[in-house]
């Protein structure tokens, strides 16, 4: 393999690896909607709404972290990239 077809290679797993974890931030934000739901029907009960709300901020932070790093990560693969077309 040539290093021209090293780094479309390299480039093409990065790109994966964004893909990857932009679909785990979805599944996340999946999980703070259920979350949300649970809490909504669960607010009488002061503890476990408590309890709940710690999670779901928790569960937020992490969904923005991934995010973060994802945009990061495909910022840097579009500098670094050989001509290359752009999978989405």
Avoid: W
């Avoid at 840097?76 to 001509?83: K, M, R, Y």
């Amino acid at each position: 393999m040539t290093d021209t077809g090293k780094e479309k290679c390299a480039h093409t797993s990065l790109r994966n690896e964004v893909d990857q974890l932009r679909l785990s931030s979805n599944h996340l934000k999946n999980l703070m909607y259920s979350m949300s739901v649970v809490m909504s029907e669960r607010m009488e009960h002061t503890q476990e709404y408590e309890a709940l709300l710690t999670l779901f901020d928790t569960v937020r932070n992490q969904v923005e972290n991934v995010e973060t790093s994802a945009n990061a990560i495909s910022e840097f693969v579009e500098i670094c990239a050989p001509e290359a077309p752009a999978s989405k």
